[in-house]
């Protein structure tokens, strides 16, 4: 079993999980430290909890509560891999409390689910402009909504609600080329990470990560076009943690490389510049 922490915050951490385990290999009891939640993106195994037996393939969850003990095992194929979500208590008490959905146990291939599960991986992957904190607690959220029976319908933002999102965006801009991460955003707002996500996203209509991209993605173009410095130096101004990350994210935002907008910027002033000297 290889394990790689790919996100550890105060309320959140993600996990992925390659397991090479085959029918040959013995399985052995584990136990739960905390609440999870895991998307199986690759394989199959079988997963057992508090009597129960679960075959969990692509699209399912494996879903852990504090103190359970398990056994994964491997009778069919060899290999399986996860993402997975451990969720600090406050977290989940945020999201809906302690519900039976954390003794679901295992939980089938569901669309609703697997929508989320994939976004979430596309986050780990650095393929969504939503970041893997984010996509975390939005699967997790929806998770405890579909197993539990319930329809979160978020009321109404209300003025003060309101002021407090465009507050924080106009914060997060300000803010936008220092590390920043949904926590420290939510605690300069004086809320929980998962309800400020909730606040930021229904009242401005982006996460407040997809916010954060934005606003350093707005001010890299105007450096790339009105600026001299180099593509690196641009990138680190802004906040991007290195140069392949900014490239990247540029390149999918834009449709084309910081260095081709640059060039395509400096041609439109020439162009201007060559018609208003016809012009005298």
């Known amino acids: 079993m290889v394990v790689t922490t790919v996100v550890r915050r105060d309320s959140i951490s993600v996990l992925d999980y390659r397991c090479s385990a085959g ?23 079988g997963y057992r909890v508090r009597g129960q037996a679960f075959e969990l393939v692509a699209g399912s969850l494996l879903v852990g509560h504090p103190g359970d003990e398990y056994m994964c095992t491997h009778d069919h194929v060899a290999g399986d891999e996860c993402l997975s979500f451990h969720l600090a208590p406050a977290l989940v008490d945020a999201i809906g409390g302690r519900s039976d959905a954390w003794r679901a146990g295992g939980v089938p291939p569901l669309p609703e689910l697997m929508v989320l599960g994939e976004l979430a991986q596309a986050a780990a992957e650095g393929r969504s402009g939503v970041g893997l904190d984010e996509a975390g607690m939005l699967f997790a959220a929806r998770f405890v909504d579909v197993v539990s029976g319930q329809q979160r319908r978020p009321p109404e933002a209300a003025a003060r609600d309101r002021r407090r999102a465009v507050e924080a965006a106009l914060w997060v801009d300000a803010h936008a080329h220092e590390p920043l991460d949904l926590e ?22 982006v996460t407040p990560h997809q916010y954060l991209v934005r606003a350093r993605l707005r001010r890299a173009a105007r450096l790339l076009a009105d600026g001299a410095l180099s593509i690196t130096d641009i990138a680190l101004d802004v906040g991007f943690g290195d140069l392949s990350n900014f490239v990247r994210t540029f390149h999918r935002a834009a449709g084309v ?8 910027a400096r041609g439109e002033r020439k162009l201007v510049q060559d018609r208003l000297d016809r012009a005298l």
């Open 257 to 264: 490389s910081p260095r081709g907008f640059r060039q395509a």
């Open 23 to 45: 029918p040959g290999d013995a399985a052995f009891v584990e136990l739960h430290g905390g609440f999870s939640v895991s998307y199986v993106r690759k394989g199959s195994f």
């Open 184 to 205: 420290r955003a939510a605690r300069e707002a004086g809320l929980s990470a998962f309800h400020f996500l909730r606040l930021f996203a229904r009242v401005l209509g």
